[in-house]
Antibody
Framework: EVQLLESGGGLVQPGGSLRLSCAAS????????MSWVRQAPGKGLEWVSA????????YYADSVKGRFTISRDNSKNTLYVQMNSLRAEDTAVYYC???????????????WGQGTMVTVSS | DIQMTQSPSSLSACVGDRVTIICRAS??????LNWYQQKPGKAPKLLIS???SLESGVPSRFSGSGSGTDFSLTINSLQPEDFATYYC?????????FGQGTRLEIK
């Protein structure tokens, strides 16, 4: 079964840092681009970042550029996002999502994790 | 960035009704338009990709159409499990963008 499982969320103070992980199983992880998508409480979906299958190409939304870093460890089938300089507006459920078409960064997301909540508050 | 605008933002309907949700892109996205369903506390679920390609396991009462800038999602004969929030998403270019969502409620 194809599955994504996020972890690492929690409560952090403004200006703090957090690293989220997404463990993948059931597919050839290195063959697929992956993304992070977030959803603030009661709000819509916002794409955050994407990474190619090799990890050699990365893209970010303007709202997180310079503060978030996406990465992956294909030997561990795990996707990461390092979040620094966190702000109250980063409070959201963070989902990892698998690209449908392989190593295509702008893509439809066919598999989503269950999400992990990040709360930025003092 | 490509802006995605959905209408309506919310919609009330009865079981058995037919409803249509519209999604408009700020520039042509060819047919790179996808639809997701999200229920409270759950991750989004892919319903339709490439404007009209129904995902495996999705009931045939769901259908999508459109190309360029104008797209629609139609649900025929609404079932109780269809009441949820629906999002469109463009996958034509980075940054990927979503519509603001359409909340479908029971009348």
């Amino acid at each position: 079964e194809v599955q994504l499982l996020e972890s690492g969320g929690g409560l952090v103070q403004p200006g703090g840092s957090l690293r989220l992980s997404c463990a993948a199983s059931g597919f050839t992880f290195s063959s697929y681009a992956m993304s992070w998508v977030r959803q603030a409480p009661g709000k819509g979906l916002e794409w955050v970042s994407a990474i190619s299958g090799s990890g050699g190409s990365t893209y970010y939304a303007d709202s997180v550029k310079g503060r978030f870093t996406i990465s992956r460890d294909n030997s561990k089938n795990t996707l990461y996002v390092q979040m620094n300089s966190l702000r109250a507006e980063d409070t959201a459920v963070y989902y990892c999502a698998k690209s449908f078409s392989g190593d295509h960064l702008a893509d439809v997301f066919d598999i989503w994790g269950q999400g992990t909540m990040v709360t930025v508050s003092s | 960035d490509i802006q995605m605008t959905q209408s309506p933002s919310s919609l009330s309907a009865c079981v058995g009704d037919r409803v249509t949700i519209i999604c408009r892109a700020s520039q042509s996205i060819r047919r790179y338009l996808n639809w997701y369903q999200q229920k409270p506390g759950k991750a989004p679920k892919l319903l339709i990709s490439a404007a009209s390609s129904l995902e495996s396991g999705v009931p045939s009462r769901f259908s999508g159409s459109g190309s360029g800038t104008d797209f629609s999602l139609t649900i025929n004969s609404l079932q109780p499990e269809d009441f949820a929030t629906y999002y469109c998403q463009q996958s034509d270019s980075i940054p990927i963008t979503f519509g603001q969502g359409t909340r479908l409620e029971i009348k």
